[in-house]
T-cell receptor, first 114, second 116 residues
Framework: AQTVTQSQPEMSVQEAETVTLSCTYD???????LFWYKQPPSRQMILVIR??????QNATENRFSVNFQKAAKSFSLKISDSQLGDAAMYFC???????????FGQGTRLTINP | ETGVTQTPRHLVMGMTNKKSLKCEQH?????MYWYKQSAKKPLELMFV???????ENNSVPSRFSPECPNSSHLFLHLHTLQPEDSALYLC???????????????FGEGSRLTVL
């Protein structure tokens, strides 16, 4: 069964600094998607960034980028120039190609210190 | 309205009550999902509907009964719940086949359920 592990229950960073959130996953599939979702106190899960496993290039969305290491089954999220609005729960998620199920990690609570 | 909307946002019910959660998606997607989010636990997939047919049921107790009358609407009917069923229930949708299949799910804001 596929599993997703986020080993950091909580992280904090100073505003304008850079922070990296860790995620590892376990799968026997070769084709899959990986995602980082953000859940602010308003509760709505919002997609931050998406990576397709067949792409070697790491995905980037403005201040958010990932370090995708397929062999190591690692998918970390780097947030540059942290802003107060980045404070939220961050969930790493995995979905096998063609599968219905999106498997989530336990989440990392990110606090931004002004 | 755009995106995925869920009603009610908050629900308090007794163990003998019957209530329903409603989800509506305005994205033209062909798959809809119910997830349960409890404190200190990963999100748990409950049900998946693809093209209005239930394709996944993750050993959910029968006191939770889903209904998908069309590709835009999804319900979760609740009856004789237990206090441990108190949680945030998230609805999501996705485009599972053909053009627009990016693999991601689009979520609603959730329904916070408290069972007394």
């Amino acid at each position: 069964a596929q599993t997703v592990t986020q080993s950091q229950p909580e992280m904090s960073v100073q505003e304008a600094e850079t922070v990296t959130l860790s995620c590892t996953y376990d799968t026997s599939e070769s084709d899959y998607y990986l995602f980082w979702y953000k859940q602010p106190p308003s509760r709505q899960m919002i997609l931050v960034i998406r990576q397709e496993a067949y792409k070697q290039q790491n995905a980037t969305e403005n201040r958010f980028s990932v370090n995708f290491q397929k062999a190591a089954k690692s998918f970390s999220l780097k947030i540059s120039d942290s802003q107060l609005g980045d404070a939220a729960m961050y969930f790493c998620a995995y979905r096998a190609w063609g599968a219905q199920k999106l498997v989530f990690g336990q989440g990392t609570r990110l606090t931004i210190n002004p | 309205e755009t995106g995925v909307t869920q009603t009610p946002r908050h629900l308090v019910m007794g163990m003998t009550n019957k209530k329903s959660l409603k989800c509506e998606q305005h994205l033209g997607h062909n798959a809809m999902y119910w997830y349960k989010q409890s404190a200190k636990k990963p999100l748990e997939l409950m049900f998946v509907y693809s093209l209005e047919e239930r394709v996944e049921n993750n050993s959910v107790p029968s006191r939770f009964s889903p209904e998908c009358p069309n590709s835009s609407h999804l319900f979760l009917h609740l009856h004789t719940l237990q206090p441990e069923d108190s949680a945030l229930y998230l609805c999501a949708s996705s485009q599972d086949r053909g053009t627009g299949n990016t693999g991601e799910l689009f979520f609603g804001e959730g329904s916070r359920l408290t069972v007394l």
